[in-house]
């Protein structure tokens, strides 16, 4: 019945869908600039959880115990599955995974900020843990709720992983903070180094997020990115005071009347140079995946004569 409705019909009943709080699915009709706003956030975030396993898989063979380097294996394995699945959703809206990977290993694609600083000590792991992990739970919660079905339903999976993750990174700085003086430095240290980068993964402020408006009307994003902010350094605050640690953020405060928490104002012109690529391990990160892919032809290529052979023998 959809392929005999005219193109007002259509838009009218891909809004009514939207209205009603009803997901958009892969063979529904949907306008042009939605389904590319989807494949631009949706491929940006499978490259963010692709380019995110290089700063922790950089410590699995430094990681302290075998414990520790199990669950670190474990977590840095559960980013390559979320990749997957985000690739997969993305694939539904017709964009293919190796025209996905030739943007990402070109540079020409975007991935989280978050992933272009070094990891320097082992507190780094429990800092990204704790602080990016937890900032991405707090944006990727509400995207379970995305009005595209294949990207919400990847969420729930990938929310409940988070929420692993961020529980190990608090564990190691509460580990670490209870400790020597030395490891509770370390565990500082690690904090006062991703604290405000975690804070500028919820991306631009408001008034300079040029995509905002046009997402949220479209149910895509169902919060701004300030009102995200807001929400993550509420979170923070009494996990700060159980862990004993300090808050980066010396001029914070609770405005009461306002109800909004007042914070020092981000560095949003480094935010900006990350991305244009000038970050400290930018150049690094696209390199490695590169030379990952081309490494991985042999495997790619195996996989498909394997196919090819299975589908011969079935036919
Ligand atoms: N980094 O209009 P705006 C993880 C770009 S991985 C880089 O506000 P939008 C994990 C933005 O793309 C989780 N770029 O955009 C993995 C846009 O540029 P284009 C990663 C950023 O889309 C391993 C421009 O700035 N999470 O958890 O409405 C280990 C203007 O921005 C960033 C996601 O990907 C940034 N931080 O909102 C551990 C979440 N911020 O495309 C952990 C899904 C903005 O116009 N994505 N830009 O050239 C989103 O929720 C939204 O896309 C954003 C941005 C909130 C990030």
């Known amino acids: 019945m959809t392929a005999t409705l005219d193109d007002a019909a259509q838009q009218a009943r891909f809004d009514a869908l939207i209205d009603a709080d009803e997901r958009i699915e892969p063979r529904d009709w949907m306008p042009e600039a939605y389904r590319k706003t989807l494949i631009r956030q949706i491929s940006q975030h499978a490259h963010s959880e692709i380019i995110g396993m290089q700063p922790e898989g950089n410590w699995i063979t430094r990681a302290p115990s075998l414990k520790r380097k199990a669950i670190l294996i474990a977590k840095v394995q559960d980013e390559a599955g979320h ?55 707090c944006n990727q919660v509400p995207l379970c709720r995305a ?105 914070l405060y609770f405005d009461e009347e306002t109800g909004r928490w007042v914070m020092s104002e981000l560095d949003w012109e480094e935010f900006r140079e990350v991305l244009r690529g000038n970050g400290e391990a930018n150049a690094e990160r696209i390199r490695h995946r590169r030379q990952a892919h081309d490494e991985g032809e042999w495997v790619r290529e195996a996989a498909a004569a394997f196919a090819a052979k299975q589908q011969s023998a079935a036919a």
Not at 121 to 127: E, I, L, N, S, V
Not at 160 to 182: D, M, N, V
Not at 204 to 222: C, G, L, V, Y
Request: glycine share 8%; net charge negative.
């Open 83 to 137: 990749g997957l699945y985000l690739y997969s959703a993305a694939q539904t809206l017709g964009i293919s995974r190796e025209e996905m990977t030739r943007q990402l290993i070109e540079g020409q694609a975007r991935y989280s900020s978050i992933f272009n600083y070094h990891t320097p000590t082992w507190a780094d792991m429990g800092a990204i843990g704790w602080l990016v992990d937890g900032a991405a739970i």
């Open 147 to 251: 009005s595209y079905g294949p990207y919400g339903r990847a969420m729930v999976r990938i929310c409940k992983e988070e929420s692993f993750h961020q529980r190990q990174g608090f564990e190691i700085l509460l580990t670490l903070s209870r400790g020597t003086p030395q490891q509770k430095q370390m565990a500082q240290d690690a904090v006062n180094r991703w604290y405000f980068p975690s804070l500028m993964m919820f991306g631009p402020p408001d008034d300079e997020s040029p995509n905002s408006a046009q997402s949220m009307a479209w149910k895509i994003k169902r919060f701004s990115n300030d009102e995200l902010r807001q929400r993550f350094v509420g979170m923070l605050q009494p996990q700060f005071e159980a862990l004993g640690l300090e808050c980066p953020d010396k001029e």
